[in-house]
Antibody, heavy 121, light 106 residues
Framework: EVQLVESGGGLIPPGGSLTLSCATS????????MHWVRQAPGRGLEWLSY????????YYADSVKGRFTISRDNAKNSLTLQMNSLRAEDTAVYYC??????????????WGQGTLVTVSS | SYDLTQPPSLSVSPGQTANITCSGS??????ASWYQQKPGQSPVLLIY???KRPSGIPEQFSGSNSGNTATLTINGAQAMDEADYYC?????????FGGGTRLTVL
């Protein structure tokens, strides 16, 4: 069974840093491209970042470019999102998402349960 | 930047067919996916590559994509289908989500 389990969310003051982790199991992690997607309270889905199965290339949404860093450890089957200079508008549930296999334009076939990040003083 | 537009809400009566649209420039030339998100839950993939259903997704869900519009069709909608529905495509290797449509069945 495919499992994506996020952790690391919490309450953080503006300007602070936080690291989110995603532990995966039930599939060959190193074969899959991975993403982070967030959802602000009462809002829609916002794609944040992508990392290829090899670790490169990496892409970011403009809203987090220069502040967030995605990485992966294929030996530990884990995905990480380092978040710096956090703002109130970063408050959201953060999802670890697996991209399905294929030749491109693949769907997001599995989502974690999400971890809530609240940026507030 | 590429945008996908969905109606914010749609209401149907039980047993009726719900058609949720997603509009984008020449969207028919791209692949569209659809996700269902029930309150307090994570999104679930419903349709991918315009028309395909993952295993375990009921046949009542179907998709189409042509011209500038992709459509998710829910046949015989029931109360359990009340959820937010999001379309998604790719533009220059970046995933794009629509704003979501809240389906109400009553």
């Amino acid at each position: 069974e495919v499992q994506l389990v996020e952790s690391g969310g919490g309450l953080i003051p503006p300007g602070g840093s936080l690291t989110l982790s995603c532990a995966t199991s039930g599939f060959i992690f190193k074969d899959y491209e991975m993403h982070w997607v967030r959802q602000a309270p009462g809002r829609g889905l916002e794609w944040l970042s992508y990392i290829r199965f090899s670790g490169s290339p990496i892409y970011y949404a403009d809203s987090v470019k220069g502040r967030f860093t995605i990485s992966r450890d294929n030996a530990k089957n884990s995905l990480t999102l380092q978040m710096n200079s956090l703002r109130a508008e970063d408050t959201a549930v953060y999802y670890c998402v697996r991209e399905g296999l294929g030749s491109g334009s693949n769907p997001f076939d599995f989502w974690g349960q999400g971890t809530l990040v609240t940026v507030s003083s | 930047s590429y945008d996908l537009t969905q109606p914010p809400s749609l209401s149907v009566s039980p047993g009726q067919t719900a058609n949720i649209t997603c509009s984008g420039s020449n969207l028919g030339n791209k692949y569209a996916s659809w996700y269902q998100q029930k309150p307090g839950q994570s999104p679930v993939l419903l349709i991918y590559r315009d028309t395909k259903r993952p295993s375990g997704i009921p046949e009542q869900f179907s998709g189409s994509n042509s011209g500038n519009t992709a459509t998710l069709t829910i046949n015989g909608a029931q109360a359990m289908d009340e959820a937010d529905y999001y379309c998604q495509t790719w533009d220059s290797s970046i995933p794009i989500f629509g704003g979501g449509t809240r389906l109400t069945v009553l």
